[in-house]
T-cell receptor, first 109, second 113 residues
Framework: TQLLEQSPQFLSIQEGENLTVYCNSSSVFSSLQWYRQEPGEGPVLLVTVVTGGEVKKLKRLTFQFGDARKDSSLHITAAQPGDTGLYLCAGHRTYKYIFGTGTRLKVLA | GAGVSQSPSNKVTEKGKDVELRCDPISGHTALYWYRQRLGQGLEFLIYFQGNSAPDKSGLPSDRFSAERTGESVSTLTIQRTQQEDSAVYLC???????????FGPGTRLTVT
């Protein structure tokens, strides 16, 4: 059973465009994380959101945790080729992390 | 400081052979996780170690899979009688027990021919 669904699965955009990736679940999580993974490497943590409704910004990336702590979004402003990669959300419950299906982003120069 | 390291980085094995994958967590991290990532997909939880507590093995897909950890250091994931469907990247992550943050190794790419 896949508890975390990400959308879209694939996204190919031009440099400078904005985009939003969604992470949805019917389950409540104590926190939610976003990772970026590049080919041949392990995922790298971008952000952790803990409080319902929380918004965090990391340069051009904006992360939001849903009020009910069941969903999250990642918005990238003015995407750059360096943003290319696989974006993964992960919900944290007790000691376990449930990973989403992933969104593969390609930003074309 | 040093991050999580895994070895080997790549492993090609014949169907039916046993393989052993190794993970060296960050020093001081008491929690250690193993995940499997099939091509183009998200991460599938396999097993969790926390200090000297009994590990959570609920994610291991079959009894061909086993893992051990010595204290709060090195862990090994063993796959016996490998099958082609075991082909994947196996990722290890460690964290402080009370932290939300996991740190991942680069993974071991396993190919079963």
């Amino acid at each position: 059973t896949q508890l975390l669904e990400q959308s879209p699965q694939f996204l190919s955009i031009q440099e400078g465009e904005n985009l939003t990736v969604y992470c949805n679940s019917s389950s409540v999580f104590s926190s939610l994380q976003w990772y970026r993974q590049e080919p041949g490497e392990g995922p790298v943590l971008l952000v952790t959101v803990v409080t319902g409704g929380e918004v965090k910004k990391l340069k051009r990336l904006t992360f939001q945790f849903g009020d009910a702590r069941k969903d999250s979004s990642l918005h990238i402003t003015a995407a750059q080729p360096g943003d290319t990669g696989l974006y993964l959300c992960a919900g944290h419950r007790t000691y376990k992390y449930i990973f989403g299906t992933g969104t593969r982003l390609k930003v074309l120069a | 400081g040093a991050g999580v390291s895994q070895s080997p980085s790549n492993k090609v094995t014949e169907k039916g052979k046993d393989v052993e994958l190794r993970c060296d967590p960050i020093s001081g991290h008491t929690a250690l996780y193993w995940y499997r990532q099939r091509l183009g997909q998200g991460l599938e939880f396999l097993i969790y170690f926390q200090g000297n507590s009994a590990p959570d093995k609920s994610g291991l897909p079959s009894d061909r899979f086993s893992a051990e950890r010595t204290g709060e250091s090195v862990s090994t994931l063993t796959i016996q009688r490998t099958q082609q469907e075991d082909s994947a990247v196996y990722l290890c992550a460690s964290s402080y027990a009370t932290s939300y943050e996991q740190y991942f190794g680069p993974g071991t790419r396993l190919t079963v021919t």
